[in-house]
């Protein structure tokens, strides 16, 4: 069954007669005399704590962007180092004049 009040004061009288005036909570004394400070100090908690947050985001990026460097660098240094090699090799048997199809032989001939 739903009711509908057209005014508050009627919707006031019929809770106050139902419940009664009795406060069921209480505000503890001087609640409201500290409440800006220590909304005040949550505040700065969070915007320190958001500050901190944002230094070490920046600090693990950078990490990963030097990391990335490195290897990249390290990647670039190891295929310059294998095409030495390779030319090196090379050189070597251009120097003794093996050509491939005796270097062929020589792998492939059965003992």
Same mark, same amino acid.
């Given at each position: 069954? !739903? ?7 009627? %919707?006031?009288? !019929?809770?106050?007669? =139902?419940?009664?005036?009795?406060? &069921?909570?209480?505000? &503890? ?5 500290? %409440?800006?400070? =220590?909304?005040?100090? =949550? ?6 704590? =958001?500050?901190? @947050?944002? @230094? ?14 490195? %290897?990249? $660098?390290? !990647? *670039?240094?190891?295929?310059? *180092? ?28 059965? $003992?």
């Amino acid at each position: 069954m !739903k009711t509908n009040y057209h005014n508050t004061e009627e %919707l006031e009288a !019929k809770l106050i007669s =139902r419940f009664g005036t009795e406060r &069921p909570f209480s505000v &503890p004394e001087g609640y409201f005399e500290g %409440l800006t400070g =220590r909304v005040m100090s =949550r505040i700065q908690q969070r915007r320190r704590r =958001r500050l901190v @947050w944002r @230094w070490a985001a920046a600090a693990v990026l950078i990490g990963c962007v030097a990391t990335g460097g490195m %290897l990249f $660098e390290y !990647k *670039q240094q190891a295929d310059l *180092q294998t095409a030495e090699n390779i030319q090196y090799i090379e050189d070597a048997l251009d120097y003794s004049m093996i050509d491939n199809m005796s270097i062929a032989s020589y792998l492939t001939e059965a $003992e």
